[in-house]
T-cell receptor, first 109, second 113 residues
Framework: GQNIDQPTEMTATEGAIVQINCTYQ??????LFWYQQHAGEAPTFLSY??LDGLEEKGRFSSFLSRSKGYSYLLLKELQMKDSASYLC??????????WGAGTKLIIKP | NAGVTQTPKFRVLKTGQSMTLLCAQD?????MYWYRQDPGMGLRLIHY???????AKGEVPDGYNVSRLKKQNFLLGLESAAPSQTSVYFC????????????FGDGTRLSIL
């Protein structure tokens, strides 16, 4: 079966750095997405990785290792507004998106 | 700058009632999707459409029907609502290449009593 694993919840301090991991086992791989979802709101796109390595976008970076079936989202200089759920999703061999359950990130002052 | 608009935003139904959720997008996107989101679970695909007049089943299609008569609209119907269909429903659209990000509506919170 297809499976995506993320930690259920993480807590971090304002101004710090946090890394949210995502491991996957899917039938084929055509890329991995990260989305942010604030409570009661719609998911919004953060990043897309299809090649190994790190991609940086301002305070957010996303890393992919296809051989290990692993990705992480790195958030730097945390702000209170970063409190949200972070969803990992993988495009399988049929170009269907398989979603993880999401990681709820709590930022404390 | 509407993007993806879902109506209604909230609804309470009784078991056995029927209703239709409407999704409209103004980005001229080819692909549209209906998901449900339940606590502790990832988004689950109900039905999707790769173009006007076409629909296909997703992971959890039972109890739902869809129609895409116009490119900009994607309707999700519940024929006979059941308590297990209590959920938050999200519509999303995408340009037409699966490697492009999906754009989501604000969701419809549906409770079935």
């Amino acid at each position: 079966g297809q499976n995506i694993d993320q930690p259920t919840e993480m807590t971090a301090t304002e101004g710090a750095i946090v890394q949210i991991n995502c491991t996957y086992q899917t039938s084929g791989f055509n890329g991995l997405f990260w989305y942010q979802q604030h409570a009661g709101e719609a998911p919004t796109f953060l990043s897309y990785n299809v090649l190994d390595g790190l991609e940086e976008k301002g305070r957010f970076s996303s890393f992919l290792s296809r051989s290990k079936g692993y990705s992480y989202l790195l958030l730097k200089e945390l702000q209170m507004k970063d409190s949200a759920s972070y969803l990992c999703a993988v495009l399988d061999s049929n170009y269907q998106l398989i979603w993880g359950a999401g990681t709820k990130l709590i930022i404390k002052p | 700058n509407a993007g993806v608009t879902q109506t209604p935003k909230f609804r309470v139904l009784k078991t056995g009632q029927s209703m239709t959720l409407l999704c409209a997008q103004d980005m001229n996107h080819e692909y549209m999707y209906w998901y449900r989101q339940d606590p502790g679970m990832g988004l689950r695909l109900i039905h999707y459409s790769v173009g006007e007049g076409t629909t296909a089943k997703g992971e959890v299609p039972d109890g739902y029907n869809v129609s895409r008569l116009k490119k900009q609209n994607f309707l999700l119907g519940l024929e006979s609502a059941a308590p297990s269909q209590t959920s938050v429903y999200f519509c999303a659209s995408e340009e037409g290449a699966a490697t492009q990000p999906q754009h989501f509506g604000d969701g419809t919170r549906l409770s079935i009593l």
